[in-house]
């Protein structure tokens, strides 16, 4: 959430409410990168987590009233997100799901020196760390939907058990348990297969001209290697407790500034005839 006093976020939430689209569009710049972010790791691409942000955006306007100010404006927004990302059906890796099995034999076995030069005159050490930030992200698609979730909320977002047992309708020693097993998933599969976080033998440089034959990683459209990094945090007044001792495995874990594409989607939105639809809904 951008900087800003409780009482300015109240005044926000109240004129927004009453139809001030200024004090809307501040509410919602302050928490699209929020938005985003979890979006991204829970979809695994770029294009349906700006998809699937609209869609969140657009359910925290229609039910801006229903916020009762009982916690963070910005914890209710992540709410709203977590629990329609959880039933969301419409990304990628919806139709072809991954699993670490799969993951490892193709790093395994993959023939990638038959592979020729597909790099199209980009430098390869690009790709490479295009590959390598893509790579982490997509490896979180091995989870299971609400391992997925609880990784992130955990790892990435540090949000404490209670907070997050509320969300999901767990206990937070449900919660704890369950971050801790896939931290583990994830931490031993790193350790065994990657040799950037871990002691494996899979190197990005290597397998960058197998990638883009196989669509992961595409020289024309760089979108991890583009992106501007941004500290991005959950408003919450307390952070998780260690559990583990694993957490510093999880240096891939950064979070990103909204792109474009969704900062147009809200001017567009804000700015056209949608959003009196909004206002007297």
């Known amino acids: ?7 300015e976020l109240g005044v926000w939430i109240d004129q927004a409410i009453a139809g001030d689209k200024q004090s809307l569009e501040n509410l919602l710049v302050g928490v699209q990168d929020l938005v985003f ?40 927004v992540f709410s709203i997100a977590v629990n329609h990302l959880k039933n969301y059906k419409k990304h990628m ?23 020729p030069d597909l790099t199209q005159n980009v430098e390869k050490a690009i790709l490479a760390e295009e590959l390598k930030l893509s790579c982490t992200n997509v490896m979180l698609q091995c989870l299971d939907t609400e391992s997925r979730c609880i990784f992130i909320m955990g790892t990435m977002f540090q949000v404490d058990s209670r907070i997050a047992g509320d969300i999901l309708g767990i206990t937070p020693e449900a919660y704890r ?32 001209n197998y990638a883009i034959k196989n669509h992961r990683i595409h020289p024309s459209c760089l979108d991890f290697y583009h992106a501007v990094p941004k500290q991005v945090t959950l408003d919450v007044t307390a952070a998780m407790e260690e559990i583990d001792g694993i957490s510093q495995e999880f240096s891939f874990c950064r979070t990103y ?14 700015n056209g005839a949608s959003f009196s639809v909004v206002k007297n809904g």
Not at 101 to 114: P, S, T
Request: with cysteine; net charge negative; aromatic share 12%.
């Open 257 to 270: 500034e909204s792109p474009e594409k969704l900062k147009q989607f809200m001017e567009d939105f804000l």
């Open 177 to 208: 348990q369950r971050l801790s097993r896939a931290r583990r998933k994830m931490a031993d599969f790193l350790k065994e297969y990657c040799g950037e976080y871990g002691k494996g033998t899979c190197c990005c440089e290597k397998r960058v």
């Open 37 to 76: 972010n979890l979006s991204l790791r829970m979809l695994g691409t770029f294009p349906d987590a700006e998809d699937a942000s609209q869609d969140i955006l657009l359910k925290v306007m229609t039910h801006l009233s229903s916020f009762r100010k009982e916690s963070s404006f910005s914890t209710w």
């Open 1 to 7: 959430m951008n900087q800003s006093t409780d009482n």
């Open 93 to 115: 890796f919806a139709k072809y799901p991954l699993t670490f099995e799969f993951y490892g034999d193709d790093i395994l076995h993959a023939k990638i020196e038959e592979v």
